[in-house]
């Protein structure tokens, strides 16, 4: 299937816009830049029922309640945002949270973690697990059922949802009822065929992807830890049940796809939505692609779906 011809159009018009790439600027201009970018083509004054600022230990957390939630108390995301572990934050990611939590009637915690190359690889893994730990431990107290935790992510977040989800389980705790996993990374340093297809013009570009895992590892990472890689983790089973979300023309699209074949042959129920004329993280792009928002709501609905199983 070719690309979206509004899709097209649109990353036809970027590229035609004069100024440096992300993968060659510092940090914080490329901070500056996903900000701007965002504002330009993310939704926008999306009400919410109310936004509450917590924190776990050094983490800041953003938690979202819907308009209309569903069951009291009720269920929780835990989201992770994308960023390539270096840019992002709450602000970039919070119109879209609003919209999970009110699509899903379900809370929204986002999570603030530290972003790289301030701090490299493994102090983001470290927030996020914290992050679960506390929430888990402060159910009651911030008004979520313990019993029906999802976590969830977009590219890099997707890449830590699924660690916390790996680790959880392997420690044993907390219980984590579903995955969120929107066009995650799952492995570093092999180069799949999406990977070599879509690497220049695509929205995200493969220099971009070099770039953000150059600044987000430490020197001689092991790139088969499953911290970093988690296509590499030793057992899929017994891991939550997982919405995958995917785009066709993605360079990560073949990473994760690999990642859902591998939950699908350990046992665990997953759904797979494979937009094949789309991008990476299309999903951001509400403002200019009328599908984006009824891909924001197919997936609150998964969640939704998810956490009433259980």
């Known amino acids: 299937m070719p690309l979206d011809p509004v899709l097209k159009a649109f990353l036809d018009q970027m590229g035609q816009v004069p100024g440096p790439k992300l993968f060659e600027l510092p940090p914080a201009d490329g901070r500056a830049m996903f900000v701007a970018m965002m504002q330009m083509i993310g939704p926008k004054d999306v009400p919410i029922g109310s936004v509450k600022e917590l924190r776990a230990g050094s983490v800041a957390l953003r938690m979202y309640t819907p308009v209309d939630p569903g069951r009291t108390p009720p269920g929780a995301l835990v989201y992770f945002h994308g960023g390539g572990f270096v840019i992002g934050d709450l602000e970039t990611h919070d119109a879209i949270c609003r919209q999970f939590a009110n699509d899903g009637g379900f809370a929204v915690i986002a999570v603030d973690y530290r972003l790289a190359p301030e701090h490299k690889f493994p102090a983001a893994v470290d927030d996020a697990l914290s992050a679960i730990d506390w929430i888990a431990a402060h159910a009651g107290e ?160 998964a969640v939704a779906k998810g956490l009433e199983a259980r």
Do not use: N
């Open 142 to 301: 911030i008004g979520i059922d313990a019993g029906r935790i999802a976590v969830g992510g977009d590219s890099a977040g997707g890449a830590l949802a699924a660690v916390v989800a790996q680790q959880a389980k392997l420690r044993g705790h907390p219980r984590i009822a579903f995955q969120m996993l929107l066009f995650p990374v799952t492995q570093i340093g092999e180069h799949t065929a999406s990977r070599k297809e879509f690497a220049t013009g695509y929205f995200l570009d493969g220099e971009s992807l070099d770039w953000f895992f150059a600044h987000y590892l430490p020197s001689s990472p092991d790139l088969r830890d499953a911290r970093i890689s988690p296509l590499h983790a030793a057992d899929f089973r017994g891991l939550p049940p997982a919405y995958v979300m995917l785009g066709g023309f993605d360079p990560l699209h073949d990473e994760g796809l690999a990642y859902a074949r591998k939950l699908q042959d350990a046992g665990v129920a997953v759904e797979i939505a494979d937009y094949s004329d789309h991008v990476h993280c299309f999903i951001y792009m509400q403002a200019v692609l009328p599908q984006a928002r009824a891909a924001v709501t197919a997936a609150a609905k």
